[in-house]
């Protein structure tokens, strides 16, 4: 079927099959490696990606489901400079392997976007749901953290 | 926020030209001991970074690998006519395509790259197939015809060595015993009958599972030339490109094998995985690249895990608490295939007297093949099991005899200069000492007893201790060699060849550093060449703690080499100049006296091209003490000769309804030698310590007569960010003289002790000890139970 969506800013007409994962679609299809996929049943979050805004798991998205959205994946979630929080997770070392990282980072747009300014504990609670096997999380949790303190400290 | 270029006083971001390039903010170089970001991050962050998984070639077919259904036996027939008419159908092949010895491992060469006669597991590759889809290479899959003839089969170790027991590898003398072995000092059964308290338990340890996000996977193709080029997901492409031509039957000149960053590892990708499979798809896909990648569901099935065993441990003090005898017997199941079980068997014999002194000791070991899946490295190698009983066994004993747990671990801990329980002589950099004086003094032990005074209602509350200690390198008989590369390119920037994969733990970022410091540039004028068997040079597996060990001082080496030869090639060319007035300054040679400076690019167009690489080739020393052990027992690994330490101190919360564990506070006191990086050895201390409170708490890996129960992430748990606290990791700094800049691998000791540091503070909690891991909330339920 045809699909007509954004793909990280630009207006996208895809053919594809309805039924086709989205996660299949970006990496294969789109050449959009950057989404990670390692469970394929929605335990893991690598593949998270931000539809209209929120972050959703693509191996559990149907091609079909995209139509009329505007997807972001890691790839365009940065234009001609790092986002800040691509900053901060470098900064504050949350990078080991990396094959969590843009799911993690994607969800923490999610997070941020909803709660400016969150806690250590409501940062863990955002990114229970994205399985890392080298950090043990709390550098990542750290890089989150650094933001919602800016975020603080700017609206004074 | 930190800002990029102040953070960590660091300098160094990789910008938009990719891998290896930085902005920074100036251009100096940024000393080894500082923070420098890694490499790798901004390619990680950006997805921009290529993973073996990434591949997608132009013409690719997938691969796919049918499995045995049952755990033993005979293949009578494969019928193969029905795949082959499947629609998009390549290639069908069982093992009797394969040209070679059809046979991968190390250090036994017993695993079929397809089995040939019999199957030895539930998940043996049978079949091969390659299509031009993965819709339709299920399809082609579903109708291959395997007629088997189910065998008797066994699944512990006991049984498999019983008399009559069904044997798997007919061709071994020894039946299904794989490796045993003996390290001993004194005498310890009567040694025994002199002291003043003896306490011994029986450990039961899990298979671990290493759950890396990057299932296994690779794409392969044959070029034009008849090269196989691999890109693969591996930790040791060196060795895996000699085992794929001798199984295949290709020269090993032809096999070319690629490892990029790796999504993980952990030593699941410590040799064959995947390779074979692609490689002799590769052979009959007509020169199209071939894509394997693993489901969760198959690498749960198909990979190997941590050794699950038994570890049986006495351990017996005089009346002063002095340790004077220890006893220890060790069985480890290694499931189908050998793997690198006889290697993790005897590193953990090695360990099995942990930090002490011990006058007295007999470790017997054992690892045995069974018809489960096969088990191989894992983080730890063989040591976690051991440790995790010796230490339950140590706190056991100081109550025994009346004895501050953590005094007692000092009393008996070893120094630089002692021999060790197994008669080792510590002779290089040992500081256990301050590790435990400092968890002695730290608020959360000294004020253990109130705060578990303050549990709330239906809760228990318990403090632990555990110390551990992990040898580096590969021991005394298997040359531990890395060979380093280094070119000065002609813009006057610089190359590293990587001979050791990054499986996420930095090494390669730590290459840059290394290089830089010695070459006093700034981080922006390296690149990286990730391992590659035709453009790198065979530095060994991205194991045993060793990688940044032993590549970092071989790559020392190399650009010492080049360093001399730039400074060379400037007073040749430059008459005038003294030799000794010469230095390396960011981008330039300096002539001292007059402050003038030769741009590094002017000085490599002037160099010949052989010069402006340059190669060298470390050796590890190894441990040259003559100790009373078998051949086979020193060849895989002991004694080694340097070694890391630590001490962990847990506070933990048990619900009285639940059973569940949670885990309040924990702090890891480390011996890593000297820190190269301070936020990377943070990582792996805190990564480390957290993949071993999975193994204590929640890992579960589920196996019923030899068939995977745990098939996914949601059966098995892995710690998630809400499950772990925040790890305090304070390193005890040491200088260890044969590790590059002072520094020891610090990869592998941060899951070390973890099990029992938490089991410690579990049995405190409860008033009872648990002896079967992971400490789940049932056993918790069970326990308290019990104890009341």
Redesign the interface.
């Given at each position: 079927m045809k699909i007509r969506c954004i793909v990280n800013g630009e207006q996208t007409d895809l053919e594809t099959a309805p039924d086709r994962r989205v996660v299949d679609l970006l990496r294969e299809d789109l050449g959009l490696c950057g989404t990670k996929e390692a469970c394929g049943s929605g335990e893991c979050g690598a593949c998270t990606i931000l539809v209209d805004g929120e972050s959703r798991l693509s191996c559990l998205m149907i091609a079909a489901q995209l139509e009329g959205k505007e997807i972001v994946t890691i790839e365009g979630f940065s234009k001609e400079h790092l986002h800040p929080i691509q900053e901060a997770f470098i900064v504050h070392g949350a990078v080991q392997c990396g094959f969590c990282t843009p799911g993690m980072v994607l969800a923490a747009a999610d997070l941020l976007k909803r709660n400016p300014a969150p806690d250590r504990h409501e940062i863990r609670r955002a990114i229970s749901g994205n399985l890392c096997r080298c950090t043990g999380y709390q550098k990542i949790v750290d890089a989150i953290e650094s933001l919602a303190r800016a975020e603080e400290e700017s609206d004074e | 926020?930190?800002k990029?270029h102040d953070?960590?006083g660091a300098t160094g971001?990789p910008d938009e030209k990719g891998e290896g390039h930085f902005h920074t903010k100036s251009d100096l170089p940024v000393p080894v001991g500082s923070d420098l970001?890694?490499a790798?991050?901004?390619?990680?962050?950006?997805?921009?970074?290529?993973?073996a998984?990434?591949e997608?070639p132009a013409g690719l077919v997938y691969a796919g690998v049918v499995r045995s259904p049952h755990p033993h036996a005979r293949i009578l027939a494969i019928d193969t006519t029905g795949a082959l008419a499947c629609p998009g159908v390549i290639a069908v092949l069982t093992g009797g395509d394969i040209r070679g010895t059809n046979r991968t491992g190390l250090p036994e060469m017993d695993q079929p790259v397809l089995a040939d006669t019999k199957v030895r597991f539930t998940g043996d590759p049978v079949v091969l197939v390659v299509a031009e889809d993965r819709e339709l290479l299920r399809q082609a899959m579903a109708a291959v015809k395997v007629t088997y003839e189910p065998l008797p089969a066994v699944f512990d170790p006991d049984p498999a060595l019983a008399k009559g027991a069904p044997v798997l590898h007919e061709n071994r003398k020894e039946g299904n015993l794989l490796f045993s072995g003996v390290i001993a000092k004194g005498d310890a059964d009567f040694a025994f009958s002199e002291c003043a308290a003896v306490r011994e338990g029986i450990f039961s340890l899990p298979r671990q599972e290493?759950?890396?996000?990057?299932?296994e996977t690779g794409v392969a193709k044959v070029d034009g030339d008849g090269v196989l080029e691999m890109i693969v997901s591996t930790q040791s492409p060196f060795r895996d490109s000699r085992e794929i031509a001798a199984a295949l039957g290709i020269p090993p000149e032809k096999v070319r094998v690629i490892a990029p960053?790796?999504?993980?590892?952990?030593g699941g990708k410590d040799g064959i995985t995947v390779q074979g499979h692609l490689g002799l798809a590769a052979l009959h896909s007509g020169g199209r690249p071939v894509k394997i990648w693993n489901?969760?569901e198959e690498s749960f099935v198909s990979s190997t895990k941590r050794h699950p065993g038994r570890v049986s441990l006495k351990l017996g003090c005089t009346k002063d608490g002095t340790l004077h005898a220890l006893s220890c017997r060790l069985i480890f199941d290694t499931g189908a295939y050998a793997g690198l079980g006889g290697p993790v068997a005897v590193y953990g014999m090695g360990h099995a007297a942990g930090v002490y002194r011990v006058a007295h000791s007999r470790v017997e070991g054992m690892n045995v093949y069974t018809n489960n899946p096969p088990s191989g490295a894992f983080r730890g190698f063989g040591i976690p099991q051991v440790i995790a009983a010796l230490e339950q066994v140590v706190d056991m004993l100081a109550e025994s005899i009346g004895m501050d747990p953590l005094e007692f671990r000092l009393k008996n801990a070893i120094r630089v200069g002692d021999e060790t329980g197994l008669g080792i002589r510590m002779s290089n950099s040992a500081d256990i000492v301050t590790c435990l004086e400092k968890a002695r003094d730290h608020p959360l032990w000294t004020g253990r007893d109130e705060w578990i005074r303050q549990a709330p209602d239906y809760k228990r509350r318990g403090v632990g201790i555990a110390t551990g200690v992990l040898g580096i390198g590969y021991g005394p008989v298997i040359p531990d060699i890395a060979s380093a590369k280094l070119e000065l390119l002609t813009d006057g920037r610089f190359r590293i060849y990587a001979g050791v994969a990054d499986?996420?733990?930095?090494n390669n970022s730590a290459n840059i550093h290394i290089a830089g410091d010695i070459l006093c540039q700034s981080p922006d004028r390296f690149e990286l060449v990730q391992p590659d068997t035709f453009r790198c040079l065979n530095s060994s597996s991205s194991a045993a703690s060793r990688t940044t060990y032993s590549y970092g001082n071989a790559l020392i080496l190399a650009a010492g080499v080049l360093k001399e030869r730039i400074l060379d090639k400037v007073a040749q060319l430059h008459p005038l100049f003294r030799r000794e007035n010469l230095i390396l300054v960011p981008g330039a040679v300096r002539h001292t006296p007059d402050g003038s400076d030769i741009a590094l690019h002017t000085i490599a167009e002037a160099m010949q091209e052989a010069d402006r690489v340059a190669t060298a080739t470390w050796t590890a020393p190894v441990n040259r003490q003559q100790l009373a052990v078998a051949p086979d027992v020193k060849m895989y690994g002991f004694p080694h000769l340097a070694y890391t330490f630590t001490t962990h101190l847990t506070r933990v919360e048990i619900d009285e309804i639940t059973g569940a564990v949670a885990v309040d506070a924990y702090l890891a006191w480390t011996d890593a030698g000297r820190i190269m990086n301070p936020?990377?050895y943070?990582?792996q201390i805190?990564?480390g310590?957290?993949?071993g409170m999975g193994y204590a708490l929640w890992e579960d890996f589920r196996v019923t007569e030899g068939a995977v129960v745990t098939k996914?992430?949601?059966t098995y748990i892995?710690?998630?960010?809400?499950d772990?606290p925040?790890?305090l990791s304070v390193p005890v700094e040491t200088y260890e003289e044969s590790g590059p800049f002072g520094m020891k691998g610090v990869g592998e000791i941060g899951i070390v002790a973890a099990l029992p540091c938490i089991a410690n503070a579990v049995a405190g909690a409860i008033g009872s000890r648990i002896y079967d891991a992971p400490l789940t909330p049932e056993r918790i339920l069970t326990a308290l139970r019990r104890a009341a």
């Open positions: - | 926020m930190k990029l953070a960590h971001i970001f890694r790798d991050a901004y390619g990680k962050v950006t997805g921009r970074e290529r993973y998984a990434d997608y290493h759950a890396y996000l990057e299932t960053y790796l999504g993980g590892a952990f489901s969760r499986m996420g733990q930095g936020h990377v943070e990582q805190q990564g310590v957290i993949q996914n992430l949601s892995l710690p998630t960010s809400m772990v925040d790890i």
